[in-house]
């Protein structure tokens, strides 16, 4: 799956239902979820699609909201490893048109949290043909002195960056 082939406000959609999951404990990423993150866009259009069927979108999120509820309960992968709180991810996509940055040949998520005074980022993908997985768990002080300014002050964005990108 390309998600750089995706429009901007889709990539956006499927990275909030991932949160969404997250939040939930969800084993994976289920409609409900893509559903939850579209209602919650703020955009106008999908409210009033479902308007014009006739039902109330408030309605509809409050509906949504039980269902993801309902769904049963997982631990894994962060949750395993005691990380929690995670409070933003970004893709190969929030990199587009960043200058110097090739972004055709590599995919990744990486996420980012933070739990009792320390930061922890987990960094999944890579270059095609060479994916990898990184962990770092390091006091909030150890960012604190960084200028972010040049990664939109995105601790994951930084992350990614020094991790796939810096020679």
């Excluded at 929690?84 to 990744?108: K, L, N, P, Q, R």
Aim: aromatic share 8%; net charge negative.
């Amino acid at each position: 799956m390309r998600l750089d082939k995706w429009a901007v406000t889709a990539q956006e959609a499927l990275q909030a239902a991932l949160g969404i999951a997250a939040d939930a404990d969800a084993g994976q990423v289920q409609p409900v979820h893509l559903l939850k993150a579209l209602l919650s866009s703020g955009e106008r259009n999908i409210s009033a699609i479902v308007e014009r069927v006739g039902v109330d979108p408030i309605s509809i999120e409050s509906q949504v909201d039980n269902a993801i509820a309902k769904q049963p309960k997982v631990s894994g992968g962060m949750t395993l490893c005691g990380l929690t709180g995670m409070s933003a991810s970004c893709t190969e996509a929030d990199f587009s048109g960043t200058a110097g940055i090739t972004i055709s040949d590599v995919h990744f998520i990486c996420a980012y949290g933070e739990q009792d005074g320390y930061a922890w980022t987990v960094l999944i993908g890579g270059y095609t043909g060479s994916p990898k997985v990184v962990v770092t768990v390091a006091p909030k002080s150890h960012y604190s002195s960084l200028d972010l300014s040049s990664y939109g002050n995105s601790i994951c964005k930084y992350v990614a960056y020094s991790d796939l990108f810096a020679k």
